[in-house]
């Protein structure tokens, strides 16, 4: 499981942001790139929330810390 994010995490001038599936997403604002993995672990980040095409609309599934899934709707 992929690790919590904090804002205070991210190196300067690192962003972030999340799809509408849950996928974070990094953005240095200098050089206006982007990646998946965080900019200081190589890794990529969970936010806890994913939206899956296999679910009934409106529903998602969400992850404790511990990585067990639940639904929320």
Partial sequence: MAAP????????QWSYGVCRDGRVFFINDKTRSTTWLHPRTAEPVNSGH???????????????DEGASYFIK
């Fill in 5 to 12: 994010l904090a804002r205070d995490t991210l190196p300067d």
């Fill in 50 to 64: 994913m939206i899956r095409s296999d679910l009934p609309r409106g529903w998602e599934e969400g992850f404790t």
